[in-house]
């Protein structure tokens, strides 16, 4: 087919995913003449006309603003203070500052970078090898993407037309569950390699202090998410609250958000934010096409060829992600695979909010797989590191995230009692 043959060329030759899909797009209309080449456009601005959209730039710049504006140290300092004495309490506290950090930015490599620039040059003093230390981080920021709010959870919404407020209490159960088995992880990891933890008994002073020193910082994710869940504001109004919040705190509050820190914050969202938006509008004219093609009835056929188990077809489809996931981007996974996969879960009775976390899930094994990993760079960058040596670093964190996932897919209902509450 036509559709294929110039995405995957497109990819071959080195054309960014975002050009790769836009091609694969218009070559075939153009080719084919079976649309008018107006619906390319028409798609693009309906595509990003979309208001729960707004809530991923607000996301995006609430996390940035609580990094410039200490927010982030605050939350180190508390995890520190509580699981700072543990065997590898430091790569614990690191994942137990990233699952904080995660109820506030929706961003993978966002909290690694916030809590990577933070926690680094103190594992590495305490003796920690520099390779897994950056694996730790890398590990934690993985979890920026299924604790909710979730940037790639409201893509999936979006796309799969699904409740956005109901994906985000999905995300919070198997957001506990693999943070628990990430930290499980960094602990073995740590008793094999010798790394204490600090000095001393757990000290109630300094974790009360810590706490009195963060209490505008833990109020942050209380605030978002407990206003969200208690319906009084949508996830849209959490992310204007989030960014409003943010400012606050840390210029009159903390008083550590300067000029700079702001526009710093607003450069880097309008970054990210753009590419976000750009790849949604041209991903849904590409799914508008699949649709016409008959892609996803095509695949639904084959698989359920294969078997007609909705537990073997998950795995089968989380195989076919974690795979993928290697070499394309999350948000491209979601816009491009989305349409293909959800009638075909859905044929089999496997709720779309199920289908959803483990669709991420998977993607956050992608964040740790070279040669994309995207938390990967990140953490290789920051500890000035080749991508070789943290990828090895970070194989015990993968078969956590996979015993997870296998978790996850076994029993259903660790991602819907939580959205069943709300449901009855």
């Not at 006309?49 to 940035?64: E, K, M, N, S, Y």
Request: hydrophobic share 60%; aromatic share 8%.
């Amino acid at each position: 087919m036509v559709m294929t043959a110039v995405f995957v060329l497109a990819l071959l030759v080195g054309v960014p995913v975002l050009a790769a899909i836009g091609l694969a797009t218009l070559v075939p209309i153009a080719v084919d003449g079976v649309l008018p080449l107006t619906m390319v456009v028409q798609t693009l601005y309906t595509g990003v006309d979309q208001f729960p959209l707004i809530a991923v730039t607000g996301f995006i710049l609430a996390g940035a603003l609580m990094t410039t504006g200490g927010i982030t140290e605050r939350i180190v300092d508390v995890a520190a203070a509580l699981v700072g004495r543990w065997t590898g309490g430091l790569a614990i506290c690191a994942i137990l500052a990233s699952m904080f950090f995660a109820s506030i930015s929706g961003s993978g490599p966002a909290t690694v970078a916030a809590i990577g620039g933070l926690m680094l040059p103190g594992m590495v003093r305490r003796g920690y090898a520099p390779a897994a230390s950056a694996a730790a981080v890398a590990s934690g920021g993985t979890l920026g993407i299924l604790i909710p709010p979730s940037n790639p959870m409201i893509i999936y919404g979006v796309i799969g037309n699904v409740s956005i407020t109901k994906m985000f209490m999905a995300g919070l159960v198997p957001g506990l569950l693999v943070g628990s088995c990430l930290m499980a992880a960094a602990w073995l990891v740590a008793r094999r390699r010798g790394y204490r933890g600090e000095e001393g008994p757990f000290d109630p002073a300094r974790f009360r202090a810590a706490l009195r020193r963060a209490r505008w910082s833990l109020l942050a994710p209380v605030l978002i998410l407990g206003g969200i869940y208690g319906g009084v504001f949508t996830p849209v109004e959490a992310s204007a609250v989030s960014v409003l919040y943010a400012l606050v705190v840390g210029a009159l509050v903390y008083r550590e958000l300067d000029w700079a820190g702001f526009l710093a914050a607003l450069r880097d969202t309008a970054i990210t934010s753009g590419t976000v938006v750009v790849i949604v509008g041209i991903a849904l004219a590409f799914g508008r096409l699949l649709t016409l093609y008959q892609i996803p009835v095509l695949v639904a056929d084959s698989l359920t060829t294969l078997t007609s188990d909705p537990v073997l077809m998950l795995a089968l489809i989380a195989l076919f992600l974690i795979v993928i996931g290697t070499f394309m981007e999350t948000l491209a996974q979601i816009v491009i695979l989305v349409p293909v996969f959800l009638p075909v879960t859905r044929e089999l009775g496997i709720d779309p909010l199920h289908f959803g976390i483990v669709f991420v899930v998977c993607c956050e094994i992608g964040f740790l797989t070279p040669p994309l990993g995207a938390n990967l760079y990140v953490a290789a960058k920051q500890a000035r590191l080749s991508l070789e040596a943290v990828s090895l670093a970070a194989v015990p964190y993968l078969v956590a995230l996979l015993a997870a996932l296998i978790l996850l897919i076994l029993f259903p209902s660790l991602s819907l009692f939580l959205p069943g509450l709300l449901a009855s």
